[in-house]
T-cell receptor, first 113, second 112 residues
Framework: DQQVKQNSPSLSVQEGRISILNCDYT??????FLWYKKYPAEGPTFLISISSIKDKNEDGRFTVFLNKSAKHLSLHIVPSQPGDSAVYFC????????????FGAGTILRVKS | KAGVTQTPRYLIKTRGQQVTLSCSPISGHRSVSWYQQTPGQGLQFLFE???????NKGNFPGRFSGRQFSNSRSEMNVSTLELGDSALYLC???????????FGPGTRLLVL
C-alpha cells in the first residue's frame, strides 16, 4: 500500500525558472510533511517541512504548499539552480506511527544551465 | 553541531553472515530511526528507538534487529544475510518534541 506517491519520476527545468515537484498521499491522518533532497550514495538532506494545520511554508527559495482536501503537496523552487539537481523525496509522518516517515519514490530534478 | 554519523560507510558480506551497523545521532537527539533504501522498494522504515526502547517497527523479518545505548548511539544487526539485503542503510535522529528527522550518510551494504 503506497501511501505517499510521487508520480513524476523526473523533471527537467531551465536554470532560473521555477521547479515544481508534486506529491500525493492517501492517509488523511498524516499530520506532518517533509521534503528531502538526496544525492546518490548519500543520506537525505532535510529541506523544508509543513504541519497539517498550515497550507504554506517558505524558506528562502523553497516553498511547500499543502492542499489537505486534495491530499496533495508540492515543493516550489524559485529560481532553480544547477546545484538543485538531485533526487527529491516527499515524506509524511503521523504521531500515532511514532514518527515513522513514509516516503514517496522520489523525483529526479535536473536543472539545465 | 556535528551531524549524524554512521560507520562503516561501506561493507561487503557474503550470504549467511551477520552484520552490525552503528549510528551516532546529533548531540541532544534521543530518538534514532533506521531506514533501508533499495532500488526496488525505495526508502522503508525499519525501526525507531527512544531512550533505549524500541518504539516502532517496520515490516521487516526478525533477522533485522537493533538496540540503543544510554548515550543514544544505536546499532542495527542483520543476521543470516540474504542477497536482497544489499541496500543503503540510513540512520536518522530527531530532537524530542520535534518531528524533523536528520539523516546520516548511510552505510552501503553489499551481500555477495
Amino acid at each position: 500500500d503506497q501511501q505517499v506517491k510521487q508520480n513524476s519520476p523526473s523533471l527537467s527545468v531551465q536554470e532560473g525558472r521555477i521547479s515544481i515537484l508534486n506529491c500525493d498521499y492517501t492517509n488523511s491522518m498524516f499530520d506532518y510533511f517533509l521534503w528531502y533532497k538526496k544525492y546518490p550514495a548519500e543520506g537525505p538532506t532535510f529541506l523544508i517541512s509543513i504541519s497539517s494545520i498550515k497550507d504554506k511554508n517558505e524558506d528562502g527559495r523553497f516553498t511547500v504548499f499543502l492542499n489537505k482536501s486534495a491530499k496533495h503537496l508540492s515543493l516550489h523552487i524559485v529560481p532553480s539552480q544547477p546545484g538543485d539537481s538531485a533526487v527529491y523525496f516527499c515524506a509524511a509522518s503521523l504521531m500515532e506511527y511514532g514518527n515513522k516517515l513514509v516516503f514517496g519514490a522520489g523525483t529526479i530534478l535536473r536543472v539545465k544551465s | 553541531k556535528a551531524g549524524v554519523t554512521q560507520t562503516p560507510r561501506y561493507l561487503i558480506k557474503t550470504r549467511g553472515q551477520q552484520v552490525t551497523l552503528s549510528c551516532s545521532p546529533i548531540s541532544g537527539h534521543r530518538s534514532v530511526s533506521w531506514y533501508q533504501q533499495t532500488p526496488g522498494q525505495g526508502l522503508q522504515f525499519l525501526f525507531e528507538y527512544f531512550s533505549e526502547t524500541q518504539r516502532n517497527k517496520g515490516n521487516f523479518p526478525g533477522r533485522f534487529s537493533g538496540r540503543q545505548f544510554s548515550n543514544s548511539r544505536s546499532e542495527m544487526n542483520v543476521s543470516t544475510l540474504e542477497l536482497g539485503d544489499s541496500a543503503l542503510y540510513l540512520c536518522a535522529s530527531r530532537y524530542t518534541g520535534q518531528e524533523t528527522q536528520y539523516f546520516g550518510p548511510g552505510t552501503r551494504l553489499l551481500v555477495l
